[in-house]
């Protein structure tokens, strides 16, 4: 029984939680256009109309003194309890309540982004979504596994049980947001991600991936920034020979650039960013060394041709690792 007060401070500790969780959030560069409160669903009386609803379809019944969705019904191994024996709603009802107010919301797709311990409730929220008369191909899981941080080649113990833990502010305090965000995308949802702190709080560019990339970009500055201080004009998109560029490493940053509208398009379709943090370390793989061999790959030149062909793929190059940077939610420094 709630005593006097109660609400109040339950709503006072929700708010300053909530803000905390904001905050976080705006650290990361993770903005939300709506935040949908799972009270509401208590509120306005869902949690009751989809129990109902259920049970219209002859998917609810009762067992010791708890409310079952049978799930065997839909094609699924075992039934789920959606209410205990105490008259409490498990995790399962509100979830599956969510779900179906998002899709009467009119969202062609929902995505569920969650982390492993989770992944044994999609199936049945799915499933019964589908019962309720909505299209359950439209609702898609993108699972995510634990993150280890590791340090001098040692896990980092942690225990939320003792309050001994790193926290994402923490974490980004110590090595930079695009940092952060560079090494947590660049694994595969469903692969286990070892969190390099000591690789992540290196600034040495040759070492640190996200840096890597970033002064690929930079370096297209830095060479434009020479080229116009010796007079040099900058070629438009029409204004050079391509054909000039016949060095096999050349031609091979040119495809690698080709790759990049592919690439976008399959990484979007299968819900798959870590294959544009690839795809940048690929590219800056082929560039970083192509710049570095001053002697053989000079931009600016005696041979105005030559230059302005090679201005236009230190062009091109900038305009992908940018594009593919921004798409990633990393900054395009233009020093380093």
Known sequence: VDEPGDGLFRELAHKEIFKDIESTLDGIGVHFDVHFNEKSLYDDGKIEEVLADLGEKGLISESEGAVWLTATELGLDRDRVVVKSSGEPTYLLPDIAYHREKMKRGFDRVIDVQGADHIEQ?????????????????????????????????????????????????????????????????????????????????????????????????????????????????????SFDPSRLDLPEEIELIRKLGEFPEMIERAAADREPHHVAYYLRELAGLWNPYIQDGTRHRVVSDDAGLTGARLGLVLAVRAVLASGLAVLGLSAPERM
């Open 122 to 238: 999609f199936p049945f929220v799915r499933r019964a979504v589908g019962a309720l008369g909505f299209d359950e191909d439209r609702i898609e899981l993108v699972m995510h596994q634990f993150v280890t941080i590791t340090s001098g080649g040692e896990k980092v113990k942690q225990s939320t049980r003792r309050a001994t833990f790193i926290t994402v502010d923490e974490l980004v305090e110590d090595v930079g947001r695009d940092v952060f965000r560079f090494f947590m995308i660049e694994r595969k949802p469903e692969g286990h991600l070892d969190f390099d702190l000591d690789l992540a709080k290196d600034q040495n560019w040759r070492k640190n991936p996200a840096y890597y990339v970033q002064y690929a970009h930079a370096r297209t500055h830095g060479i434009e920034r020479r080229a116009r201080e010796e007079g040099v004009a900058i070629p438009g998109a029409d």
